[in-house]
T-cell receptor, first 113, second 111 residues
Framework: DAGVTQSPTHLIKTRGQHVTLRCSPI?????VSWYQQVLGQGPQFIFQ???????GRGNFPDRFSARQFPNYSSELNVNALLLGDSALYLC???FGTGGAEAFFGQGTRLTVV | GENVEQHPSTLSVQEGDSAVIKCTYS??????FPWYKQELGKGPQLIID?????GEKKDQRIAVTLNKTAKHFSLHITETQPEDSAVYFC??????????FGPGTRLSVLP
């Protein structure tokens, strides 16, 4: 059984650029959440999508956006990258929304230079 | 909003000893509490979880306890092994809401 897959695994971008991160959830899971994990800290919630609708948004600027596709895969987009956006971006897949078991992918390590 | 505290930040134990990690949460509406293990370079792995209608749950060497009144929950690992070395995160959520994570505990199991 394939777990949560994220691409790419590593990415280096320059300040001011745009980035798109991708996530494929576990088969049958309809909810995808995105988290940002800065080195040495716990993951911070960015977005949750369920059945292609946004169900929650964390305290992140409008430079961050996301969407979910009909096959339940998801994209996280970040515009006008800042050095502080350097982090591990995690995607979590669950069958339903909060209170359901959530399984994380291996993450995308974004470095902004 | 919810706030989750976690202690200790680092923990070293001898192989075979027990390890305990404690978390507190602030929102009494939270009702789901998962624990994740994160190894270097990997995403968090769900190892055990507990819901607010249960006081204790056990899975082989791992157990979690929940005290709703005190808003505390704890992870207990018995007979620790070197492969238990990792960073452990607790989290709390309310149905329909996102997870709020604690800052993590780095566990080192010394052979």
């Amino acid at each position: 059984d394939a777990g949560v897959t994220q691409s790419p695994t590593h990415l280096i971008k320059t300040r001011g650029q745009h980035v798109t991160l991708r996530c494929s959830p576990i088969s049958g899971h309809k909810s995808v959440s995105w988290y940002q994990q800065v080195l040495g800290q716990g993951p911070q919630f960015i977005f949750q999508y369920y059945e292609k609708e946004e169900r929650g948004r964390g305290n992140f600027p409008d430079r961050f956006s996301a969407r979910q596709f009909p096959n339940y895969s998801s994209e996280l987009n970040v515009n006008a990258l800042l050095l502080g956006d350097s982090a591990l971006y995690l995607c979590a897949s669950s069958f339903g929304t909060g209170g359901a078991e959530a399984f994380f992918g291996q993450g995308t390590r974004l470095t902004v230079v | 909003g919810e706030n989750v505290e976690q202690h200790p930040s680092t923990l070293s134990v001898q192989e075979g000893d027990s390890a305990v990690i404690k978390c507190t949460y602030s929102d009494s509406a939270s009702n789901y509490f998962p624990w994740y293990k994160q190894e270097l370079g990997k995403g968090p792995q769900l190892i055990i979880d507990i819901r607010s209608n249960v006081g204790e749950k056990k899975d082989q060497r791992i157990a979690v306890t929940l005290n709703k009144t005190a808003k505390h929950f704890s992870l207990h690992i018995t007979e620790t092994q070197p492969e238990d070395s990792a960073v452990y995160f607790c989290a709390a959520s309310n149905y329909g809401q996102n997870f709020v994570f604690g800052p993590g505990t780095r566990l080192s199991v010394l052979p």
